[in-house]
């Protein structure tokens, strides 16, 4: 089956730099890749995805860019803020069943 | 965006009592689920998907007779933990899909469970 492994555990950044957090996957059918962050005891909000038919997709400070032949998507965030604290999940998933399949999370820190 | 609301937040019951779990997609209407759990620390945990009208598929070591979940409407499922135990305590989250071919799910806030 489909196994999602994501890097680092835990980063830590100087606010205003940027940050990078990897995943790779092994199914190579798996199409969709979304990103969430999760802040202490709340649920995860998307805050971005990337289909397999785009290799790189931008929001703001947020990126992702996805290699299919590598079978590995990476999240970029510019200009890190205090409130982009948070830990961040990537998945996977493909065909009809929706199911996501989740990397073990990394713990942003921003340090002021 | 979509929103998906989950109640209560937070509970805490006895052991061996019982407790529902609601979870509502709010402006949409979600023909798909899930339902998660996560412990401190870990990432989230598939305990099984929930399609409006039809049973519940489970996650293998998910026992459906203790878990009982209801997808009775297209904005409602719901999530009975059955005669709870200290180790079901956890955290639960639903999510749903917007809905037919779209991927994206969108999640609901959480329910943290504490079972003394």
């Known amino acids: ?112 | 965006g979509a929103v998906v609301s989950q109640h209560p937040s937070w509970v805490i019951c006895k052991s061996g009592t019982s407790v529902k779990i609601e979870c509502r997609s709010l402006d949409f209407q979600a023909t798909t689920m899930f339902w998660y759990r996560q412990f401190p620390k870990q990432s989230l945990m598939l305990m099984a998907t929930s399609n409006e009208g039809s049973k519940a598929t489970y996650e293998q070591g998910v026992e459906k007779d203790k878990f009982l979940i209801n997808h009775a409407s297209l904005t409602l499922s719901t999530l009975t933990v059955t005669s709870a135990h200290p180790e079901d305590s956890s955290f639960y989250i639903c999510s749903a899909r917007v809905g037919a071919g779209e991927e994206t799910q969108y999640f609901g806030p959480g329910t943290r469970l504490l079972v003394l």
Not at chain 1, 6 to 11: A, D, E, G, M, N
Not at chain 1, 50 to 65: F, Y
């Open chain 1, 1 to 112: 089956g489909e196994n999602v492994e994501q890097h680092p555990s835990t980063l830590s950044v100087q606010e205003g730099d940027s940050a990078v957090i990897k995943c790779t996957y092994s199914d190579s059918a798996s199409n969709y890749f979304p990103w969430y962050k999760q802040e202490l005891g709340k649920g995860p909000q998307l805050i971005i995805d990337i289909r397999s038919n785009v290799g790189e997709k931008k929001d703001q400070r947020i990126a992702v860019t996805l290699n299919k032949t590598a079978k590995h998507f990476s999240l970029h965030i510019t200009e890190t803020q205090p409130e982009d604290s948070a830990v961040y999940f990537c998945a996977a998933s493909k065909g009809s069943n929706y199911q996501l399949i989740w990397g073990a999370g990394t713990k942003l820190i921003i340090k002021p």
